[in-house]
């Protein structure tokens, strides 16, 4: 059983940084990508970035430069780092695993593409 649990979350003050992390057990073999999406009150649930087994990344437009998620295999965690941060960014931050397809969508636009999700860490951006 696949299961991913998130940290990391807090309240923080604009202009601040939080290292999210995901930590995922139960695999056989590594997901062949990874991600972490948001949801706002009200809002639908948004890709954030990925990072598939070569580590390539992509982001959503609205965080390019201030965030960066990588992983450490060894570790079986995923992380993301998010710097200058704006209220904006509030919301509940959840990790991915596994992508499913189709192909011919992004894993960063495709919600209802991925296997497993952890429940879920909040960040409050005042």
């Known amino acids: 059983q696949v299961q991913l649990v998130e940290s990391g979350g807090g309240s923080v003050q604009a202009g601040g940084s939080l290292r999210l992390s995901c930590v995922a057990s139960g695999y056989t073999y590594g997901p062949n990508v990874m991600g972490w999406y948001r949801q706002a009150p009200g809002a639908e649930r948004e890709g954030v970035a990925t990072i598939d087994r070569d580590r390539s990344t992509a982001y959503t437009d609205s965080v ?6 990588s992983k450490v295999n060894a570790e079986s965690t995923l992380y993301l ?36 999700w952890g429940q879920g860490t909040q960040v409050t951006v005042s």
């Open 64 to 69: 390019k430069g201030r965030f960066t998620i």
């Open 81 to 116: 780092q998010m710097n200058s941060l704006k209220p904006e960014d509030t919301a509940m931050y959840s990790c991915a695993a596994h992508y499913l397809g189709p192909a011919t969508i992004s894993p960063l636009t495709a919600v209802a593409g991925w296997r497993y």
